[in-house]
């Protein structure tokens, strides 16, 4: 008998049912009992077996983006990018890479409805020969604060009041009055794209500034975007207020029953590039998540298609056990120096040990799919066969070795320790062209629902003040919100 044959699957279930450790269970409708009526016996092995199990079926849910639904595919590059960066699985037009996406809300729990007001996450893993790819990103392609300093309170603030477990509208416009950054996300998330109609039809972002790298070194700032070849579509509040009093999980379900159906989702990616040597050029600062990189001079450029055309085998799996995290990437893309980027880089994986164990990289569907060597090794629920003797490098028994080098950004960094805000905030330009661009009706929602969001009994005057002031800065909206 090869004892590492049989693996954890159901694929390898016995005809019968079994006990954990594979001894037969004879009766799985009675618990053992002295007499037919009881009482029940410790030493029911079965029974207690079966019921600290399931005590323990859940696991943590994300602190943020709890909410989600997962699907398989693949991405195809269509449009050759390798002059600028050196990544294999962009080598070329027509090389698939197989992905798989959650899509996800962010504030509220794991069983709640997907028709709120809130940012959509949009996050892929792609399993590339070189290890796996994570672009987390959202639906919008900019973020509230440009600090992660600040990410802990700001989703508390978001978050239900820890008091009455309800989100409150004078803890998020209190919270946010002290972050004009801010308002260019509110311009998205306030507007009639707050909602989307379901996963299907919304773009995606990286959000965040990464760099391509390409062979000879050359480094650009980069930003990626997804765009639905179904389009863009969305729900208005009543609407909203319908699908979900109708099913709490209307955007699980379609994109399960679109695979089903043989309707694969498709978006095709973008890019943007910025070369470093020309990043003061603007009036904006390149690496400030809080702004767009606006299409007019920083046009989009063609990457590839993503299908996704299979769901997931088993929810729990692929689902509550993914892990994405910015820190993965691959040769070839790079982090910038974007403030927010950097703080992400330690976050996930951390929560990701803590929700899911130290070795959650070894659960299949975080695991790559291209040979890995290294020697972490032990550690609590680890589950890979090793039966190397040599646990240490470098030695002269373990042919391993070094992998080749690759290219990283090549600027220098220097600079004064410090903790300040960037130069270029410009807090209100941004939003201000979007409102603007915006039609009558358009801004007359949007505005409803600032209104809607201030008129919080606990909302201060000092708070609604400040509010108005930053949306007149650009914006010459006074009489609006005065009526
Ligand atoms: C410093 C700022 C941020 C911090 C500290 C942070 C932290 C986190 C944490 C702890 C999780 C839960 C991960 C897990 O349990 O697996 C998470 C999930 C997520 N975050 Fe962030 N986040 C930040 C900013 C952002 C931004 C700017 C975006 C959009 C680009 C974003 C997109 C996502 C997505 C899509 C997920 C869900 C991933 C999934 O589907 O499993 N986050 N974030």
Redesign the pocket.
């Known amino acids: 008998m090869d004892p590492y044959k049989f693996r954890p699957s159901s694929a390898h279930n016995s005809p019968f049912f079994t006990t954990n450790s594979g001894a037969p269970v004879y009766n799985n409708n009675s618990s053992l009992t002295v007499g037919t009526r009881g009482p029940i016996l410790l030493e029911d092995y079965h029974l207690v077996e079966k019921l600290a199990n399931f005590d323990r079926e859940r696991i943590p849910e ?4 709890a909410r ?1 639904a997962s699907a398989k595919g693949f991405f195809e590059v269509t449009h050759d990018i390798s002059n600028l960066t050196c990544a294999d699985f962009l080598r070329a037009p027509g090389v698939q890479t197989p992905v798989i996406v ?1 899509f ?1 809300t962010v504030i509220h729990e794991r069983g709640s409805p997907e028709t709120l007001r809130d940012p959509r ?3 892929v893993k792609f399993y590339t020969r070189e290890g796996n790819w994570d672009l ?3 639906n919008f392609p900019v ?1 509230f604060i440009r600090d ?1 300093m600040k ?1 802990p309170d700001m989703v508390h603030a978001l978050k239900p009041n820890p008091k009455s477990h309800i989100q409150e509208n004078w803890r998020i416009m209190d919270f946010f009055s002290h972050h004009p950054e801010s308002l260019n996300m509110f311009a998205f998330l306030f507007d009639d794209i707050g909602i989307p109609l379901n996963y299907r039809h919304m773009e995606g ?4 500034t990464y760099m391509l790298v390409n062979k000879a070194g050359k480094a650009h700032y980069v930003k990626f975007h997804w765009k639905p070849t179904c389009g863009v579509k969305s729900l208005l509040e009543d609407e909203a207020i319908k699908v979900g009093g109708a099913n709490h999980s209307h955007a699980t379900q379609d994109l399960y029953d679109s695979i089903m159906a043989g309707n694969y989702p498709e978006w095709k990616l973008f890019i943007q590039t910025i070369d470093p040597d020309h990043e003061d050029r603007f009036d904006f600062d390149p690496l400030d ?1 809080t702004k767009i990189w606006p299409e007019d001079i920083l046009p989009l450029q063609p990457v590839g298609r993503m299908v996704l055309n299979k769901n997931p085998d088993n929810f729990f799996a692929e689902n509550e056990q ?3 995290c910015p820190s993965l990437i691959v040769p070839g893309i790079y982090y910038s120096d974007d403030k ?1 980027l950097q ?2 880089i330690f ?2 994986s951390d ?2 040990r803590h ?1 899911l164990g130290p070795n959650y990289l070894q659960l299949p569907v975080n695991c790559p799919k291209n040979a890995h060597h290294n020697n972490h090794h032990e550690g609590l629920m680890n589950f890979m066969h090793r039966d190397e003797e040599v646990n240490y490098f470098p030695s002269r028994f373990d042919p391993v070795r070094h992998a080749e080098t690759y290219p990283i950004p090549p600027a220098i960094c220097n600079g004064k320790r410090d903790r300040c805000i960037i130069g270029k905030e410009n807090n209100f330009k941004q939003p201000g062209e979007r409102y603007r661009s915006m039609t009558p009706d358009r801004q007359e929602r949007f505005l409803c629902r600032f209104v809607d969001a201030l008129s919080d009994p606990r909302v201060t005057h000092e708070i609604r003040s400040i509010w108005i002031s930053y949306w007149t800065q650009y914006m010459q909206i006074r009489a609006c919100f005065d009526a």
Not at 205 to 208: H, T
């Open positions: 994300r602190v943020v983006h989600g959650r996800s996450g949009f996050a987390v990103g959202n973020f992660g990410f972002s990286g959000v965040n998540v993914l892990a994405f927010l703080t992400r976050s996930y929560t990701q929700r």
